[in-house]
């Protein structure tokens, strides 16, 4: 089953895609979009041309645990794709993706503008990863 997760920002969102066995995330794009109605359509063509099965959206919780402004507008979003896709969907904890991802991207020896472009595709691999882990359980 093919997953594609998403990482919501506001100015860059990050997608990441599944193996076919649901196995392995790998970073798929970056989509730079302000206007939430399309981003919303670019990342249903995403899910739509990768057949995805499922889509994992990103839930930036409180570190305690609470929902702010933004993840009530990650799940808002989550449904639309949900809806202009025709595939489902489920939300997951992001707490501390992005910054596991920058410290990937430092390991990695990655900075400055090419760094920028890959963090949210990084942080939509390790939410997707999450995810993934978890059903294995």
Known sequence: MTVISVDLGHAR??????D?????????????????QRLVQKIATKVK????ELVVVGL????????????IRARKLAAQISELSGVPYVMQDERGTTI?????????????KKRKKQVDAVAA???LQDYLDSRKG
């Open 13 to 18: 969102t990050g997608l990441a895609i599944s």
């Open 20 to 36: 076919n066995s649901g196995f392995l995330a790998s970073s798929l794009c970056v989509i730079e979009e302000h206007s939430d």
């Open 49 to 52: 041309e990768n057949q995805a």
């Open 60 to 71: 930036p919780k409180n570190m305690d645990g609470s929902e702010g402004e933004s993840a």
């Open 100 to 112: 596991t991802a920058h410290a990937y991207l430092s390991e990695k020896e990655v900075y400055g």
């Open 125 to 127: 691999s390790i939410i």
